[in-house]
């Protein structure tokens, strides 16, 4: 069974960074798409970086210059590194994991951005 356990998320200022992890269980971590979308209040779910299993970094223009995404695959982690916060990035960030036939996700991290 996968688990994708998500961590470092917390309350920032505007300005300040944070840097999440997943850590993936009971998967075949390297050979998937790993991605971290965020979820506001009232809002849809939606990406903010994505990262192939040979380390293509794909990312939202809201987030573009502000953060990098990154992988270990010896260590079944993706890390989402965010700097220049916003008060606006405040979200539930969720880790996912996609394949062809695989859509997981983790249990999601709470960032708050304080203005």
């Known amino acids: 069974q996968v688990q994708l356990v998500e961590s470092g998320g917390g309350l920032v200022q505007a300005g300040g960074s944070l840097r999440l992890s997943c850590a993936a269980s009971?998967?075949?971590?390297?050979?998937?798409?790993m991605g971290w979308y965020r979820q506001a209040p009232g809002k849809q779910r939606e990406l903010v970086a994505d990262?192939?299993?040979?380390?293509?970094?794909n990312y939202a223009d809201s987030v573009k210059a502000r953060c990098t995404i990154s992988r270990d695959n010896a260590k079944n982690t993706v890390y989402l590194q965010m700097n220049s916060l916003k008060p606006e990035d405040t979200a539930v960030y969720y880790c996912?994991?996609?394949?062809?036939?695989?859509?997981?996700w983790g249990q999601g991290t709470q960032v708050t951005v304080s203005s």
């Open positions: 009971g998967t075949i971590f390297s050979i998937y798409v």
């Open positions: 990262i192939t299993s040979d380390g293509s970094p």
């Open positions: 996912n994991e996609r394949g062809i036939y695989r859509n997981d």
